[in-house]
Structure formats: structure tokens, C-alpha cells
Nanobody, 118 residues
Framework: QVELVESGGGLVQAGGSLRLSCASSGRTFTNAVMRWYRQAPGKEREFVAVINRSGGGTTYADSVKGRFTISRDNAQNTVSLQMNSLKPEDTAVYYC???????????WGQGTQVTVSS
């Protein structure tokens, strides 16, 4: 079965940048639509970005448009989230998500903490 492991989180000052990575195990990565979500303390998990199977199509939450970029490397079984111009409101645990509806697959990583100081 596929396992997702996020990395790259940390502490950064407002206006700074951070790059998150999600490593996948298993052979189904290429068939999965990949998403990043985030969850701040006391709030529900919210959608951040999505990338299609080929990597040619992306969609972003309004709150991160123009600042975040999602990408994937199917050869390496990884998906990344480049975060620029970070704001304190971006502080959250960021989660990687993989979905293959045809197989009923919906997997989540353990999350990585991103803290943006003002």
C-alpha cells in the first residue's frame, strides 16, 4: 500500500520561503491526484493546492494563489509545495494527500509543521 511522508517544514520569517516535499512509496503514485492541505490550531483542515496525474494541471486556494506552487516528479514519486512570500496566517500543519478514486484510495501523510513569524 502507498505511504506518504512529508518533510521540509520549519520556522521562517514573514516574507520568506519554504519548500515542502512529500515522498511516496508504492507503485500507484503516477495514477494519483495529489493535493496539499493545511490545518491551523483550532481550525478545520483546508485545501491548499492540487495537481493532476501528469503534472500539467494545477489549482490553488485563493489564499495562496501567486505565492505557492505545487509540482510533482513521477519518476521520483514525489510532490512538492514551494511556498514564497509566507505570511503568519500560513502557519499550520501541512498534509500531503493522494487520491485514486478508481481504486477507492484516499491517503494522508502525517503532516509537517510550518510556522511563520511576524
Amino acid at each position: 500500500q502507498v505511504e506518504l511522508v512529508e518533510s521540509g517544514g520549519g520556522l521562517v520569517q514573514a516574507g520568506g520561503s519554504l519548500r515542502l516535499s512529500c515522498a511516496s512509496s508504492g507503485r500507484t503514485f503516477t495514477n494519483a491526484v495529489m493535493r496539499w492541505y493545511r490545518q491551523a490550531p483550532g481550525k478545520e483542515r483546508e485545501f491548499v493546492a492540487v495537481i493532476n496525474r501528469s503534472g500539467g494541471g494545477t489549482t490553488y486556494a485563493d489564499s495562496v494563489k501567486g505565492r505557492f506552487t505545487i509540482s510533482r516528479d513521477n519518476a521520483q514519486n514525489t510532490v512538492s509545495l514551494q511556498m514564497n512570500s509566507l505570511k503568519p496566517e500560513d502557519t499550520a500543519v501541512y498534509y500531503c494527500n493522494a487520491r485514486i478514486p478508481e481504486l477507492g484510495l484516499n491517503l494522508w501523510g502525517q503532516g509537517t509543521q510550518v510556522t511563520v513569524s511576524s
